[in-house]
């Protein structure tokens, strides 16, 4: 079945490093990709998505590519702020159109 | 426009108790769904519905029951509460899913419902 499968965490850098939370997932046909990022007390929100191979998302400085040939989906950002600091949680909708989230990665950023 | 609003914001029950969570969205979507976030475990789906009078199971469906007989509401009933039910639970919308292919559209989150089952 569809799957994903994220790096775990508690991912801890100092501001203005660079950022990279690995992501990889199993499906059958063409699924689309997304990153959702959770911040403190708060619902989930789409923080970038991919819907076929090649496709780069972005947003807020944040990128990730759809690797169809490595089926990876890593999200980036060259320098994180303090107000990153959230769970990011990588998912993918399949055939069904289903929602399915990797166990989240807790990024914390320090001053 | 509010969203995806969800009621209440935090509830404790004891064990055996019947509760229902509300979830209302006023953005016209046809697709809305339950999921329960877990340490470690990422957000499960429970239940979800492609549009009013339509519903269907998702990964983790027992002890709980939905029905959608609205296009803005998809309420989340607990007929018997268990300490397993603890959880946060997080209530989505967005437009339907395209038959036959992986859906692009984005899911819009509600604030969530903290769940405490003694």
């Known amino acids: 079945g569809n799957s994903v499968t994220q790096m775990e965490g508690p991912v801890t850098l100092s501001e203005e490093a660079f950022l990279t939370i690995n992501c990889t997932y199993t499906a059958t046909g063409y699924p689309s990709l997304f990153w959702y990022v959770q911040y403190p007390g708060e619902g989930l929100q789409l923080l970038l998505k991919?819907?076929?191979?090649?496709d780069k998302g972005s947003n807020k400085g944040f990128e990730a590519t759809y690797r169809k040939e490595t089926t990876s989906f890593h999200l980036e950002k060259g320098s994180v702020q303090v107000s990153d600091s959230a769970v990011y949680f990588c998912?993918?909708?399949?055939?069904?159109?289903?929602?399915?989230f990797g166990q989240g990665t807790t990024l914390q950023v320090k001053p | 426009n509010a969203g995806v609003t969800q009621t209440p914001k935090f509830q404790v029950l004891k064990t055996g108790q019947s509760m229902t969570l509300q979830c209302a969205q006023d953005?016209?979507?046809?697709?809305m769904s339950w999921y329960r976030q877990d340490p470690g475990m990422g957000l499960r789906l429970i239940h979800y519905s492609v549009g009013a009078g339509i519903t269907d199971q998702g990964e983790v469906p027992n002890g709980y029951n939905v029905s959608r007989s609205t296009t803005e509401d998809f309420p989340l009933r607990l007929l018997s509460a268990a300490p397993s039910q603890t959880s946060v639970y997080f209530c989505a919308s967005s437009y339907a899913t395209r038959s036959g292919r992986a859906s692009q559209e984005t899911q819009y989150f509600g604030p969530g419902t903290r769940l405490l089952v003694l």
């Open positions: 998912a993918l909708t399949g055939n069904t159109g289903k929602l399915i």
């Open positions: 953005m016209n979507h046809e697709y």
């Open positions: 991919a819907t076929k191979a090649d």
